[in-house]
């Protein structure tokens, strides 16, 4: 319990002490009597640590409830649209909720591969199952992800998968948010090796090849070391992009116009006839919490 203060001319209060309840509240008292456990710096003069107070009933308070008797009601966020199931389709609308789907669903995957989160991966393995199988073609990596997720979760030992898990990036500069892909740091390395075979020219045989790409990774460190020394600027790692200011405005302008988020029932698109409002909308599923 909480023993607290009015505050002159202002509905808040000060916390003086903390304590516990001695004996069962009388309804027509108004007084409680209250066991003090901990006094605020401010409070000291008033109370002492094991001493038992009567305090007014309307200036206690209970740690962690909000001090009021009828809580404000807050309607949760409903998980079901409130466009009619029985109105017609709206197909430029249900074209702009897969293209949020999809793209927030992308910033996600970019995401984790970033900060290394092999637990969120897991996750995003489950979701691209359900995308995969609600493809025609899909139906191989749909089965794909499922064999991938059956070994995680059941079928490797606790270490391996931990290992399969956490092992698929790298971050080869340090920081963080910096990590990429295990596939793409083996790309750099087989660009590397193709390098010092270019260099042999026709002076290739088994036992040449296997000896310089054995080198390749030093050599390209030794590379690196040698501009180091000499001052030489490194070659960027990280590709150029033009300007996207002028697209930016370009597709505001169109959504102010066409309105693709309020729901007009029977516009239709030309290249998307049939385009519903989720690529996952004609699967037959069920979702649960876990």
């Known amino acids: 319990m909480l023993l607290v203060q009015t505050l002159e001319g202002q509905s808040s209060y000060h916390v003086l002490a903390v304590g516990k309840v001695t004996q069962p509240l009388a309804a027509h008292s108004d007084l409680v009597p209250v066991l003090v456990a901990f006094v605020e710096p401010k409070a ?6 094991g001493q038992v107070v009567l305090w007014p009933r309307k200036l206690v308070a209970v740690y962690g409830k909000r001090a009021q008797e009828e809580p404000i009601p807050v309607e949760p966020p409903s998980l079901i649209s409130s466009i009619p199931t029985s109105s017609t389709e709206d197909r430029l609308m249900n074209y702009g909720l897969q293209v949020m789907q999809l793209g927030v669903f992308l910033m996600q995957l970019n995401d984790t591969e970033a900060e290394s989160d092999g637990e969120r991966s897991l996750r995003n393995w489950k979701m691209l199952m359900l995308y995969f199988r609600s493809r025609p073609r899909g139906m191989k990596y749909a089965f794909e992800a499922m064999r991938f997720i059956t070994f995680v979760k059941d079928l490797y030992s606790e270490r391996m998968a931990h290992r399969i898990l956490h092992g698929q990036f790298v971050n080869a500069k340090g920081g963080q948010g910096k ?3 295990n596939d793409l740091k083996m790309e750099h390395e087989v660009r590397n090796n193709k390098v010092v ?5 026709g002076n290739k045989t088994l036992k040449a090849v296997q000896r310089s790409t054995s080198s390749s990774f030093l050599l390209n460190e030794t590379a690196k070391q040698y501009d180091r020394e000499s001052n030489l600027t ?3 790692t990280s590709h150029t992009h033009a300007c996207t200011s002028d697209d930016i405005r370009e597709i505001i302008e169109i959504i102010n116009k066409q309105k693709p988020f309020e729901h007009q029932p029977g516009r239709t698109l030309k290249s998307f006839p049939s385009i519903s409002k989720s690529p996952l909308e004609q699967l037959d599923v069920f979702y649960t919490r876990g």
């Open 179 to 181: 990590n990429y892909a």
């Open 197 to 201: 075979l270019k260099g042999m020219c």
């Open 234 to 236: 490194p070659e960027s």
């Open 44 to 49: 000291v003069q008033l109370f002492a640590v």
